[in-house]
């Protein structure tokens, strides 16, 4: 008898956190490859998450019959301007952006090169790793501003603070995107 049942479908959801700023928004287009979430270099551009399905993605050993997960990608807003300044969201927004959070598969913790890892979002990487148990897919980015010293230093200090492993990406120069999308495959599969 031939099974004609269809594929299992799994929807993956995978969002990106980071302060106001650190090229959330640019990372996304990067990874779509296009225009998908508005950039500016004015602070608190994205206030919605702004949500995009990226595809469907044969996962498992199966070949007779392949998963199958469908791939959304949500663009948060920034969470906090600085160390010293209360969370820029309030209200129906932050409620919101911590609903995709919850509902997130994967998180990609976005910090900017340049200004290193905050300790508001190294508390909220902790509580979103231990407490939620959600695996999280470090990203420096603006990593073509770093010299080689800055990239050596942040790698050290942020994979010991942080206990994770950082892919260093660049919207520019489109360095580390690649490693990016093959880390959150190799997410999906697990």
Not at 58 to 67: A, C, D, F
Not at 69 to 98: C, H, W
Not at 181 to 186: F, G, P, R, S, T
């Amino acid at each position: 008898m031939i099974n004609n049942a269809p594929s299992y479908n799994k929807e993956f959801k995978v969002v990106l956190i980071g302060p106001e700023n650190c090229g959330k928004s640019a990372l996304l287009n990067a990874i779509f490859g296009k225009y998908i979430s508005n950039v500016s270099e004015v602070g608190g551009t994205t206030k919605k998450p702004v949500k995009k399905f990226w595809g469907k993605l044969k996962y498992g050993k199966s070949k007779k019959e392949p998963k199958i997960a469908n791939i959304s990608f949500v663009d948060l807003g920034g969470l906090y301007v600085g160390e010293k300044k209360s969370p820029i969201m309030v209200g129906k927004i932050l409620e919101e952006t911590y609903k995709e959070i919850e509902k997130a598969d994967i998180i990609i913790h976005v910090i900017d090169g340049e200004k290193g890892l905050s300790k508001s979002f190294e508390k909220l990487h902790h509580l979103l790793k231990y407490r939620y148990q959600k695996p999280i897919i470090v990203v420096i980015n603006k990593c073509d501003l770093l010299d080689n010293d800055k990239r050596k230093y942040l790698k050290s200090h942020i994979e010991n603070r942080l206990e994770n492993k950082v892919i260093f990406t660049s919207t520019i120069t489109y360095e580390g995107i690649t490693n990016l999308i093959d880390a959150i495959i190799q997410f999906l599969k697990k």
